[in-house]
């Protein structure tokens, strides 16, 4: 298993957020603190975080980017915020920033289960991949299409070629906010 600091971080936060009525989900305040807060500490071992969405003040020195054109969907601002990393190592944790319930631990078991893969993918109870993922930095940049090709290109058709193992979520880890009920629903 790599140890603290041995990987990176892109945190996508910069999506329309249609079901929310276009609110900036990274500012969503969840028990006093933002999910973007949220996703930073998930990340808390990375030595370097990018987030691919519209700069706020942080704790954490990260570093923002956006995708061009904006609105290009998660493959895109994967894919940008890979590139805007300084040092991108060998492995690059990607989450959302709406998933309130992920942690440092859940990145560990990740990143441990990625041995003899190309990554792992954290798998919610109904059997759907979330935005909650390790990937090799070397075998992500050998599937990316060209500029033209990211822009609104699928997640999975981007990852389709990537040996990722599955990881089972535990507790409340795959939950994410997608609406306005989403959000009544985790501040109670």
Do not use: Y
Request: proline fraction near 6%.
């Amino acid at each position: 298993m790599s140890t603290p600091g041995s990987f990176t971080a892109v945190v996508l936060a910069g999506g329309g957020a249609v079901r929310l009525d276009g609110a900036d989900k990274a500012s969503l305040e969840l028990h006093g603190r933002t999910l973007l807060t949220w996703a930073l500490d998930a990340v808390i071992d990375a030595a370097e975080v990018v987030v691919v969405g519209d700069p706020v003040p942080t704790q954490r020195p990260v570093t923002f980017t956006r995708e061009d054109p904006r609105g290009g969907g998660p493959a895109a601002a994967l894919l940008t915020g890979r590139d805007a990393l300084l040092d991108p190592r060998g492995t690059v944790v990607v989450l959302a920033c709406d998933m309130p319930f992920l942690t440092a631990r859940t990145f560990r078991r990740l990143r441990s289960a990625m041995e003899g893969h190309d990554g792992a993918v954290l798998v919610g109870p109904d059997g759907r991949r979330q935005l909650a993922m390790v990937l090799d930095v070397a075998r992500l940049d050998g599937v990316r299409p060209g500029l033209e090709e990211q822009h609104n290109l699928a997640l999975h058709r981007l990852l389709a070629p990537l040996d990722l193992a599955e990881v089972a979520a535990e507790g409340q880890e795959h939950r994410d906010v997608d609406t306005w009920a989403d959000v009544r629903d985790l501040t109670r």
